[in-house]
């Protein structure tokens, strides 16, 4: 059973070119169902065992991550019946799983200078200063900012990030000023690590994030994705067209959440793209 389960995540990987926080994440969503399983095979599971461990998931998780492990499980099976393991897909009659759909949250630039001040100078402070301020100018997901290499930095003259999408190779330009303070951040750190941000994940940097917020005086929760909506929200008045360029949207039914006044039309291309579920 694990063989399979490295086999895929080596195939999404190096064939769908998934981030290493997207792997991260697929993997630990199909070790969870495994655990479920209890030694019962990959190829056995029924549509009756789906909806037991989605039960299951409800006892525990939200809608929103329940709807993502089931997403990492249809991706797991989806392989499993290309390889011919399978012959159907044990979710495949069952009634989608919906998120739920939030409207996106944004934070003032007062809030946001704040946040940065709470940062400190100490070296983590530095470090969570520095990637909140990759986050604001590149407008990218926190996902895509810790799949950041040193080596790729260095290679484009601390001028531009690269990053993937859909299985796509892109480059951001970014500002001199930044470019300095990555380069360095960079030749500073000893480790040998080639990730930028080693060591961190969303889920910490989220919840200092939080805590910066705390102790810069917001009262509501803050989050990471909250800056990527601040962004949205500076560039809506400045046209569609470059609300897509800045976001990095590869079509213009992504930027329809923040154009929008109306609720309802807004709900429906929310769910739909899922913007801010990272």
Same mark, same amino acid.
């Given at each position: 059973m694990r063989e399979l389960l490295r086999e895929f995540l080596t195939?999404?990987?190096? %064939? #769908?070119? *998934?981030s290493q926080v997207s792997m991260e994440a697929y993997r #630990? +969503?199909?070790?969870? *169902?495994?655990? *479920?399983?209890? $030694?019962?095979?990959? /190829?056995?599971v029924s549509e009756r065992d789906v909806l037991a461990y989605l039960e299951t998931l409800r006892e525990e998780y939200s809608e929103n991550s329940v709807y993502r492990k089931l997403v990492s499980l249809r991706a797991f099976y989806k392989y499993l019946y290309k390889l011919e393991l399978v012959d159907k897909l044990p979710m495949e009659n069952l009634d989608p799983v919906k998120p739920t759909v939030k409207i996106p949250e944004t934070l003032e630039w007062e809030e946001v200078r704040r946040i940065m001040d709470?940062? $400190?100078?100490?070296?983590?402070?530095?470090? !969570?200063?520095?990637?909140? #301020?990759?986050?604001?100018?590149?407008?990218?997901?926190?996902? +895509?900012? =810790? !799949?950041?290499?040193?080596? /790729?930095?260095?290679?484009?003259?601390? %001028?531009?990030?690269?990053?993937?999408?859909?299985?796509? =190779?892109?480059?951001?330009?970014?500002? +001199?000023?930044? $470019? /300095?303070?990555? #380069? /360095?951040f960079t030749e500073s750190i000893t480790e040998e690590s080639d990730m930028l941000f080693n060591g961190i994940t969303r889920q910490n940097f989220g919840a200092r994030f939080k805590v910066y917020g705390q102790k810069a005086g917001i009262e509501r929760k803050v989050y990471p994705n909250m800056l990527r909506n601040t962004l949205a929200k500076k560039y809506v008045g400045e046209g569609i067209e470059e609300l897509k360029e800045k976001l990095h949207y590869e079509s213009l039914e992504g930027t329809g959440v923040y154009m929008t006044r109306n609720f309802d039309k807004l709900r429906e291309i929310y769910m739909?793209?899922?913007?801010g579920d990272d």
């Open positions: 195939y999404a990987r190096e %064939k #769908k070119n *998934f #630990k +969503d199909l070790e969870d *169902f495994t655990h *479920f399983l209890m $030694g019962k095979e990959y /190829e056995q709470q940062c $400190g100078s100490k070296p983590k402070g530095y470090r !969570d200063k520095l990637l909140i #301020k990759v986050l604001l100018e590149t407008g990218l997901l926190i996902s +895509d900012v =810790l !799949d950041i290499r040193k080596s /790729e930095l260095k290679e484009n003259s601390y %001028k531009r990030i690269k990053y993937i999408k859909n299985g796509n =190779l892109h480059f951001i330009e970014i500002s +001199d000023t930044l $470019g /300095e303070e990555l #380069k /360095e739909k793209i899922g913007i």
